[in-house]
């Protein structure tokens, strides 16, 4: 540990609301981006699977790669990383590991499989296993990170029912997003169905992420109501109005009201914004992490 690095360690310590600074800071951004990307890849094989987009496919398997080498990255020794598999039936990261693993072999396969494709009965059989494996391993993906944070209960914050949810709904609404520039990409206008569903899950992302910071804020403990103070009113408060509120939200509904009509172009920016923003929430209730105070105020003002 460096001396900047140290010095940052004791100041915590001496405060009674310690943010955690291994997720989110410095290095540990790339635990965040990991997530994000790994979200994203998951969400945009199921919708993309869903609307039948075969190129949504191989974005989803490229988005998970980038995703499993963040996490690689910000590990300190990532030739460890395997060994994380012994405790999968304990540890979300584990089962998170698993499930990117097989989302990653099996959606290769099945995606060479259909490329390839040749009429016998073996070959059906070897796609719609490879296609099965795909998709546990999509469904994993989605909603361990939820549960990676809901399990740390020295930070309050993160411990709410409400987690999962999110990052479920996080992970569909960045599935819809790529599948948006998708469409523009190839020069086509998304249908309206894609539209409306994108719609639709933003407002059940909105609706969620309210529900938890009114949860927090609203309970008895000190240290989710400085998580909450953090965002909104404190060191987080920049990135999640700009980031989250501005660029995620805000830009979007401007574009879809102001233009008539939706061209590919409007509806890749939509979709751009719209990741933009879901990122910058991820990161912001990442850093706004608090750990449960070691000693409590009362007894910190009689000492």
């Not at 989302?103 to 490329?115: D, E, M, N, R, S």
Request: proline fraction near 4%; aromatic fraction near 10%.
């Amino acid at each position: 540990m460096n001396d900047k690095r140290y010095a940052q360690h004791i100041a915590d310590l001496r405060n009674v609301h310690r943010p955690q600074r291994v997720w989110g800071e410095g290095k540990g951004i790339l635990m965040v981006v990991g997530h994000f990307l790994v979200g994203v890849a998951g969400g945009t094989w199921l919708v993309g699977s869903v609307f039948d987009v075969t190129p949504s496919l191989v974005v989803a398997l490229v988005l998970g790669a980038l995703g499993a080498i963040a996490h690689l990255a910000f590990l300190g020794r990532p030739e460890r990383a395997f060994k994380m598999m012994r405790h999968v039936r304990t540890s979300w990261i584990s089962r998170g590991f698993v499930g990117l693993s097989l989302f990653l072999i099996g959606g290769t396969a099945y995606v060479v499989l259909q490329l390839v494709s040749p009429v016998a009965v073996v070959w059906s059989v070897l796609t719609t296993v490879a296609q099965a494996i795909a998709w546990v391993g999509t469904l994993t993906i989605i909603g361990y990170m939820g549960f990676c944070y809901t399990a740390s209960k020295a930070i309050p914050f993160w411990h709410s029912p409400l987690h999962p949810a999110i990052y479920i709904a996080f992970a569909l609404r960045g599935g819809i997003a790529v599948l948006m520039v998708i469409d523009a990409l190839n020069g086509v206008a998304t249908g309206d169905s894609l539209l409306h569903l994108w719609i639709g899950v933003t407002a059940v992302v909105v609706l969620f992420v309210a529900l938890e910071i009114q949860g927090a804020w609203s309970s008895r403990n000190v240290a989710a109501r400085w998580s909450v103070r953090d965002m909104l009113a404190g060191r987080l408060a920049l990135s999640f109005y700009i980031g989250a509120l501005l660029i995620g939200l805000v830009v979007p509904a401007l574009l879809l009201g102001v233009y008539d009509s939706y061209t590919p172009t409007v509806l890749a920016l939509v979709g751009l914004a719209s990741m933009a923003g879901d990122f910058f929430v991820k990161l912001s209730t990442v850093r706004a992490g608090v750990y449960l105070p070691l000693v409590s105020p009362a007894r910190r003002q009689r000492a």
